[in-house]
T-cell receptor
Framework: GAGVSQSPSNKVTEKGKDVELRCDPI?????LYWYRQSLGQGLEFLIY????????KSGLPSDRFSAERTGGSVSTLTIQRTQQEDSAVYLC????????????????FGAGSRLTVL | GQSLEQPSEVTAVEGAIVQINCTYQ??????LSWYQQHDGGAPTFLSY????GLEETGRFSSFLSRSDSYGYLLLQELQMKDSASYFC????????????FGAGTILRVKS
């Protein structure tokens, strides 16, 4: 597509429920990121997919968080047994990556999925 | 790992010039990027410096000094619409090539 699409745009859930957030990156972009942003805060790195390489999961805050990327395209971020502290905007971004290319620094972000855990 | 420091908030008046600084610590370095985020919006890419010096794009310029591990974003002829958060970011090949962001600087432009 023309941009990065995320769904749902808003999700309200009860504590303890599982949620899935979807990201559809720009076609041809091999790198895909998930970040989390709490109100008024910075961008917290969660996970990074690059091509067929093993994902960098170093930012996932707990084992309740997981993500997958199918066919090198669409990605799903799953949060199990949600807690109130999981409430935040979850941002997905994609980029093109080339050898030594500056393109890897140019991320296109989706509009985000706002998660509220009651 | 990587760490980036930038001021939490800057205030300036319309028409003025403002500089937002960013210092970083990484073991490797693949350039410094800047992003803008308006309230309620998604971050958007502004500029990227791989080499030392000044890159100019309209009213916005970005500077990098690799020897000082320092960069800044310069905004000229400030407009009210420039009120936003500005993030610097670095990519470190030693830490998986992922892009890591600073905590952001809130710029408030006053009339």
């Amino acid at each position: 597509g023309a941009g990065v699409s995320q769904s749902p745009s808003n999700k309200v859930t009860e504590k303890g429920k599982d949620v899935e957030l979807r990201c559809d990156p720009i076609s041809g972009h091999t790198a895909l990121y998930w970040y989390r942003q709490s109100l008024g805060q910075g961008l917290e790195f969660l996970i990074y997919f690059q091509g067929n390489s093993a994902p960098d999961k170093s930012g996932l805050p707990s084992d309740r968080f997981s993500a997958e990327r199918t066919g090198g395209s669409v990605s799903t971020l799953t949060i199990q047994r949600t807690q109130q502290e999981d409430s935040a905007v979850y941002l997905c971004a994609s980029s093109q990556v080339g050898q030594g290319s500056g393109g890897a620094n140019v991320l296109t972000f989706g509009a985000g999925s706002r998660l509220t855990v009651l | 790992g990587q760490s980036l420091e930038q001021p939490s908030e800057v205030t300036a008046v319309e028409g003025a010039i403002v500089q937002i600084n960013c210092t970083y610590q990484t073991s490797g370095f693949y350039g410094l990027s800047w992003y803008q985020q308006h309230d309620g919006g998604a971050p958007t890419f502004l500029s990227y410096n791989a080499l030392d010096g000044l890159e100019e794009t309209g009213r916005f310029s970005s500077f990098l000094s690799r020897s000082d591990s320092y960069g800044y974003l310069l905004l000229q002829e400030l407009q009210m619409k420039d009120s936003a958060s500005y993030f610097c970011a670095v990519r470190d090949p030693k830490y998986g090539n992922k892009l890591v962001f600073g905590a952001g600087t809130i710029l408030r432009v006053k009339s």
